[in-house]
T-cell receptor
């Protein structure tokens, strides 16, 4: 079935560093979504991508819809402490308007 | 400014006990969802309600029941809790159309079953 694989699983970052993470699947997705979850809260949608090759920014965050439609990338430039949290990719189940498949998440941790 | 409100925030149950998790949204959204989140895993859909009066199973429905009480409220019931149901539960809602992908989440219920 459809699955999403996120990497890395976790990252230690220093303030000011750029961050890259990705999400891959063996299946084609028509939509890629990136959510962020702060500790103790539910996820919040950051960026939605709808076309292969699409590049979309939200402040310091930039996400890309891979050309093969089997992957997506999220970059964070000049990270700040409030960027810590878990970043999830998600995409719609191919035969459902209501069900999303979620990756396991990339956890961002600030180096002390 | 409430959005999606879940209660309770924390709950400890003994195996075999029952409980209901409550969820309400004030955004006039048609669709509502219940997810569970386990360590190292993504969110998994338990049940969803596309609109008032309808409910459907998601990926992991066994051991749960739901009720869409009205457009605002969607509850999740555990009839006989099991340790495997220890998890963080999230309720979410979405507006119709492509916005079904834009989910608004509550802040979660941390449930432990001993």
């Amino acid at each position: 079935g459809q699955q999403l694989n996120q990497s890395p699983q976790s990252m230690f970052i220093q303030e000011g560093e750029d961050v890259s993470m990705n999400c891959t699947s063996s299946s084609i997705f028509n939509t890629w979504l990136w959510y962020k979850q702060d500790p103790g809260e539910g996820p919040v949608l950051l960026i939605a991508l709808y076309k292969a090759g699409e590049l979309t920014s939200n402040g310091r965050l930039t996400a890309q819809f891979g050309i093969t439609r089997k992957d997506s990338f999220l970059n964070i430039s000049a990270s700040i402490p409030s960027d810590v949290g878990i970043y999830f990719c998600a995409g719609p189940l191919w035969d459902s308007n209501y069900q999303l498949i979620w990756g396991a998440g990339t956890k961002l941790i600030i180096k002390p | 400014n409430a959005g999606v409100t879940q209660t309770p925030k924390f709950q400890v149950l003994k195996t075999g006990q029952s409980m209901t998790l409550q969820c309400a949204q004030d955004m006039n959204h048609n669709s509502m969802y219940w997810y569970r989140q386990d360590p190292g895993m993504g969110l998994r859909l338990i049940y969803y309600s596309a609109s008032e009066g309808t409910t459907d199973k998601g990926e992991v429905p066994n051991g749960y029941n739901v009720s869409r009480l009205n457009k605002r409220e969607f509850s999740l019931r555990l009839e006989s809790a099991a340790p495997s149901q220890t998890s963080v539960y999230f309720c979410a809602s979405s507006a119709p159309g492509r916005s079904n992908e834009k989910l608004f989440f509550g802040s979660g219920t941390q449930l432990s079953v001993l």
